[in-house]
């Protein structure tokens, strides 16, 4: 088998603690790059590049012996295929306009941050795949590093490595904006793609590179949840307003599924663009709770808030926790559905919100039951705390049908009844669909494509498989994701989110969460023990 390719990155400063600084800043091995010892100046560098030329280089406009300029200039007669970059202070932008006759690609301004760097060698990866055989492999480094480093910014609040500088390197930024594009159901747009997130991921960017047509933008695949896509960019509300619909257009075509595409503020800075993601989240949830595109501008106020209600009633919760303790499975649906009105939630325009708290509600109602209930039986109480997590998550598909078909599983396992009548034939279909689940488990399963897959009514299919199994489906399906998930996790040289992802899950906040809820230990706690050689 032939050893993949290291990417080669050499570094000239004449200053130690700028090359540390370099050394640090990126977790260079994990995107198969090769960070080379750093020069010290010009003379070194081109000492280093006889036996082994790197594929980009990144160099100071001072240094002694041999400055940028001349360096540049030897570099680009006998070493024509490097990539290379020049780095300066304000003062000497006059200057450093020489380099690029010397062939440079790009200016970086110090302090070099985070942003800047990623945002350049992601670039110069592209520019060599585009030019040799190895196009596949240097799209998945760039993609991987600018998705991996950049999606740090919104997962973490405190952005200490990112100066208060411009990410734009030829004038500083008045204000940023952040756009949220959300894929409410990723595993229908990805099947096109072979189940290739890398391959569908790059398609994606490159289609939303083609609509915004900034090249100064950051623009992402936030990989916490892969059904999220993110730009950041300095451009007018006008022009945002333009980009956006173009996104809802194309893009939704392109995917055959439906987005909503959220647009902060414009008034951030880079070191505060984890706050424009919180407003964009919060955006989201004002949607209308349809299988349609929505495009949601910060700018144009809480109009939607201003009308979300409360659906269930203090009436409503006593006579739910009533049903619950009498057993009465059909008085809980109508209550839930009819009278509190889930299944009509569309047509009466609740918003994504309302929706996520009505389901949540009623779920707590039914968990607290299930705590008393089930006092003495954590695994039970455990289950119906995965269930919920699980409806949760399904609530941003915006299907109410497929929302509701869980619910109602939710209550049957709630609900025990007396046991159905066995039959040979049911045992057999019970056991082909466990054994499709098992070797289908990163795909979308639902009761309801399984019933109809083996030709059964939903209800009665449900029954029969916790009947049959001993597990309710949803959590059948769940125990099937995690232990496969474990697997992944085993193999040291995959990243968790592609982990997460291979065994069915999109969204690796929600994924860890129910990891953890099922061994205990967080997916990295997890891999350290296991490394350790800890089960």
């Known amino acids: 088998m032939e050893k993949e390719r290291k990417y080669k990155i050499l570094i000239?400063?004449?200053?130690?603690?700028?090359?540390?600084?370099?050394?640090?800043?990126?977790?260079?091995?994990?995107?198969?790059?090769?960070?080379?010892?750093?020069?010290?100046?010009?003379e070194e560098v081109l000492e280093k590049m006889k036996d082994n030329a790197p594929d980009i280089l990144i160099t100071d406009i001072n240094m002694p012996f041999m400055n940028g300029v001349d360096l540049l200039a030897v570099v680009r007669e006998k070493y024509p295929?490097?990539?290379?970059?020049?780095?300066?202070?304000?003062?000497?932008?006059?200057?450093?306009?020489?380099?690029?006759?010397?062939?440079?690609?790009?200016?970086?301004?110090?302090?070099?941050?985070?942003?800047?760097?990623v945002?350049?060698?992601?670039?110069?990866?592209?520019?060599?795949?585009?030019?040799?055989?190895?196009?596949?492999?240097?799209?998945?480094?760039?993609?991987?590093?600018?998705?991996?480093?950049?999606?740090?910014?919104?997962?973490?609040?405190?952005?200490?490595?990112?100066?208060?500088?411009?990410?734009?390197?030829?004038?500083?930024?008045?204000g940023m904006s952040l756009i949220l594009i959300k894929i409410h159901d990723l595993k229908e747009s990805i099947a096109d793609y072979g189940?290739?997130?890398?391959?569908?991921?790059y398609a994606v960017k490159k289609k939303l590179q083609e609509?915004?047509?900034?090249?100064?933008?950051?623009?992402?695949?936030?990989?916490?949840?892969?059904?999220?896509?993110?730009?950041?960019?300095?451009?007018?509300?006008?022009?945002?307003?333009?980009?956006?619909?173009?996104?809802?257009?194309?893009?939704?075509?392109?995917?055959?599924?439906?987005?909503?595409?959220c647009v902060s503020s414009h008034s951030y800075q880079i070191e505060t663009i984890y706050m424009a993601y919180v407003e964009a989240v919060g955006l989201l949830m004002t949607r209308k709770y349809r299988r349609s595109d929505e495009v949601l501008f910060s700018a144009d106020g809480n109009k939607e808030n201003a009308g979300m209600e409360q659906h269930i009633s203090a009436e409503n919760e006593k006579q739910l926790k009533t049903y619950l303790m009498t057993g009465n499975r059909a008085g809980i649906q109508e209550l839930i559905f009819e009278?509190?009105?889930?299944?009509?939630?569309?047509?009466?325009?609740?918003?994504?919100?309302?929706?996520?708290?009505?389901?949540?509600?009623?779920?707590?109602?039914?968990?607290?039951?299930?705590?008393y209930e089930k006092r003495e039986n954590s695994d039970g109480t455990s289950d119906v705390e995965n269930i919920a997590d699980i409806l949760d998550k399904n609530v941003e598909r915006l299907d109410i049908n497929s929302l509701c078909e869980a619910v109602t599983e939710v209550v049957d396992y709630m609900i025990c009844g007396q046991e159905l009548a066995e039959t040979d034939s049911m045992k057999d279909i019970v056991k082909r669909a466990a054994m499709y689940v098992d070797s289908h488990y990163a795909e979308e399963l639902t009761l309801t494509s399984l019933a109809e897959r083996y030709h059964v009514e939903s209800t009665y299919f449900s029954r029969m498989f916790r009947q049959e199994t001993g597990k309710n489906l949803i959590l059948y399906i769940t125990e099937k994701r995690i232990e496969?998930?474990?697997?992944?996790?085993?193999?040291?040289?995959?990243?968790?989110?592609e982990a997460a992802f291979l065994a069915g899950y999109d969204d690796y906040t929600y994924f860890s969460r129910v990891f953890k809820k099922s061994t205990g230990?967080?997916?990295?706690?997890?891999?350290?023990?296991w490394k350790k050689g800890e089960k």
């Not at 400063?13 to 990126?26: A, G, L, Q, S, V």
């Not at 950051?218 to 892969?226: G, M, P």
């Not at 998930?485 to 989110?497: F, G, R, S």
């Not at 230990?521 to 023990?529: D, G, L």
Request: net charge negative; glycine share 4%; hydrophobic share 40%.
């Open 12 to 42: 000239a400063d004449d200053e130690y603690w700028t090359r540390e600084k370099f050394r640090n800043m990126i977790q260079w091995e994990k995107y198969g790059l090769e960070f080379m010892e750093p020069a010290a100046d010009g």
């Open 484 to 497: 496969k998930a474990k697997e992944y996790i085993q193999k040291t040289d995959m990243n968790l989110t």
């Open 195 to 201: 189940h290739d997130m890398t391959g569908f991921s």
């Open 211 to 261: 609509i915004t047509g900034d090249s100064n933008a950051i623009l992402f695949n936030y990989v916490y949840r892969a059904n999220e896509f993110i730009i950041i960019t300095e451009k007018s509300e006008n022009e945002l307003r333009r980009i956006a619909e173009k996104i809802k257009i194309s893009l939704s075509r392109m995917l055959n599924t439906f987005l909503t595409i």
């Open 339 to 371: 009278t509190i009105g889930l299944a009509h939630c569309q047509e009466n325009g609740w918003t994504l919100l309302e929706v996520k708290q009505t389901v949540r509600q009623a779920l707590n109602i039914i968990m607290l039951h299930t705590a």
């Open 521 to 529: 230990y967080s997916p990295r706690e997890y891999r350290n023990r």
């Open 119 to 174: 945002n350049a060698i992601a670039r110069a990866m592209e520019m060599i795949g585009e030019r040799e055989h190895e196009k596949e492999q240097t799209q998945k480094a760039a993609s991987a590093i600018a998705d991996r480093e950049f999606s740090h910014m919104i997962q973490q609040d405190k952005l200490s490595f990112i100066p208060s500088v411009s990410v734009n390197t030829s004038e500083a930024f008045t």
């Open 81 to 117: 295929d490097v990539i290379t970059f020049v780095i300066s202070g304000y003062d000497d932008f006059e200057y450093v306009k020489g380099t690029f006759m010397a062939g440079a690609i790009n200016y970086l301004k110090k302090p070099v941050t985070k942003v800047e760097l």
